[in-house]
Nanobody
Framework: EVQLVESGGDLVQAGGSLRLSCTTSGLTFDEYAMAWIRQSPGKEREGVAGISTTGSRTLYADSVQGRVTISRDNAKNTLYLQMNSLKPEDTGIYYC???????????????????WGQGTQVTVSP
């Protein structure tokens, strides 16, 4: 059973930073492309960042480009999201996600993802 567990969400002031983590089990981590997807209040789910199996390719939403870095440690089966210069509009629940094997696609389309964690709450105050 694929399990994804996010952590690291918090309440921070605008301009602050957070590092989210996603620990995984039940899959051969380095065979799956991964993504961070967020759900902001009143909005549809939005792909924030995606990463290839080796980490050599990354993809970012325009709304976070230059402020966010996605990375992975395949030895630790863990996905990360470093977020800097946070804005109130970054507030939301952040999910770690991947697709059904074989999943090599780097995409920000939430519809492509079959496995999701429970999410971690990020709140950015003005």
């Amino acid at each position: 059973e694929v399990q994804l567990v996010e952590s690291g969400g918090d309440l921070v002031q605008a301009g602050g930073s957070l590092r989210l983590s996603c620990t995984t089990s039940g899959l051969t981590f380095d065979e799956y492309a991964m993504a961070w997807i967020r759900q902001s209040p009143g909005k549809e789910r939005e792909g924030v960042a995606g990463i290839s199996t080796t980490g050599s390719r990354t993809l970012y939403a325009d709304s976070v480009q230059g402020r966010v870095t996605i990375s992975r440690d395949n030895a630790k089966n863990t996905l990360y999201l470093q977020m800097n210069s946070l804005k109130p509009e970054d507030t939301g629940i952040y999910y770690c996600a991947t697709g059904r094997w074989p999943f090599k696609t780097v995409t920000l389309d939430p519809r492509r993802y079959a496995y999701w964690g429970q999410g971690t709450q990020v709140t950015v105050s003005p």
